[in-house]
């Protein structure tokens, strides 16, 4: 059986098959507490998903998502853009995939 489960994104409904989650009230407070709390979630996960457009405003994000499923010992699938390419989801722990929804699927 494959659950995903989504953190963040939006506050509109999501599919059947998807679980929308969020940190604790502890977890919220700062960075370093949402990745106690992240850490902390039982049972973990396996894979960390990485989807993200590319917009100029994305272009200005860091990898950090790549760090967090790093700090979680899970493989990264992430978007290949500029983001996240040379990041640790470009390399031995993780895939970057084409920004189409037939790629994702096909991993």
């Known amino acids: ?10 506050g509109q409904a999501l599919p059947d098959g998807l679980n929308r989650i969020g940190p604790s009230i502890h977890g919220r407070r700062s960075y370093p507490a949402f990745v106690d709390w992240l850490c902390s979630v039982h049972p973990g996960w396996n894979i960390g998903l990485a989807p ?3 917009t100029p405003f994305n272009r200005c994000k860091s990898s950090l998502k ?42």
Do not use: K
């Open 1 to 10: 059986m494959v659950v995903i489960d989504v953190l963040g994104m939006t």
């Open 52 to 54: 993200l457009l590319d």
């Open 66 to 107: 790549a760090l967090d499923y790093a700090a979680l010992g899970t493989a990264v699938l992430a978007s290949d853009v500029p983001v996240y390419r040379g990041s640790l989801a470009d390399g031995v722990t993780g895939e970057l995939v084409p920004n189409d929804p037939y790629a994702w699927y096909a991993r």
